[in-house]
DNA sequence: TAAATAAAGGACAAAATTATCTTTTATTTT
DNA sequence: AAAATAAAAGATAATTTTGTCCTTTATTTA
């Protein structure tokens, strides 16, 4: 469904607002160690959602990556799988035609934008801060 | 969302499904000029199909592919799936951990869980012929 | 200001997926 | 039976994705 790079990425957002929410910031090692991930694939995946504003990182020593409040509060899964997978699932053609087009639609075009358009509703509207704390409040051992 | 192999495997399906319907044959080439697709990997896809009883090869001249009444009545989306993406939509984590349980859910778990019920639904009521039949009726210029 | 720390950036490597090519096997027609 | 046809099978190649390594840059602490 996701890319590798979109998984960690998710992950990886989630463990930092689980830090942020205490004031913490957190460093690439934790993180990888934390969400199990190879840990230079990792920072590049950090670096794109820094460069989009989706966290913040900070150099030097006491450095790492935090999100701000409002981050934490704004981001959501949405624009962490369009800043990572291109938003292809967003405009692609599920039988991969050049064009996903209404007005000139694959055969399978009808049923699968309904499936597309759940999708995105459940991107759009789950934050990474509710994911952070369903893990934090954790009734029912939600892994990252 | 589906892999290369799956988005062809799916359109060379249909048009099978559509010369079957007339009683007709279909060779490779003409396949692979119908639904824009590279031959030779085509071929590959298309021994699976054949190999899993979703559709009939033959060899020799008057030789190529096609599908028995049975399975252009049987047949749905969810075979080709399964055969070519090994049901990984269907029984992976949203988020790439090793496995999917709903009694050790991930964060995103029950969120992917209920979209993903929903893409399966859609592939196990979607038939080929179904697809084909609205490509033959063609109201809408469906693509292939 | 120097040393230490941690992320950024760029080059490189492995693995998986996609795509191609060649030879073999089965079937039909002559 | 021989020739022609078309898919199967297997080897090989290109591309993309995933993963690693090394050097540079920015920041903090001593
Ligand atoms: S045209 Fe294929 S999904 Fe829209
Ligand atoms: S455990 Fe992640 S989707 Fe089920």
């Given amino acids: 469904m996701f890319s590798k790079a979109c998984e960690y990425g998710i992950r990886a957002t989630v463990q930092i607002a689980l830090q942020s929410e205490k004031g913490l910031r957190i460093g690439l ?10 840990e230079p694939f990792t920072a590049k995946i950090l670096q794109q959602l820094a460069k989009n504003d989706i966290i913040i990182s900070s150099k030097g020593p006491t450095g790492g990556y935090e999100m701000s409040s409002n981050q934490l509060s704004t981001i959501m899964l949405s624009d962490i799988v369009k800043t990572l997978d291109c938003d292809l699932i967003y405009t692609g053609c599920g039988l991969g035609l050049a064009t996903c087009d209404a007005k000139n639609p ?30 934090e409040s954790g009734d029912t051992l939600l892994r990252l």
């Fill in 106 to 135: 694959c055969v399978l075009h009808f049923q699968f934008d309904d499936i597309r358009e759940q999708l995105k509703k459940m991107l759009e509207n789950t934050s990474i801060q509710q994911l952070a704390r369903s893990r």
């Fill in 29 to 38: 090692k934790e993180i990888s160690n934390a969400i199990d991930s190879p």
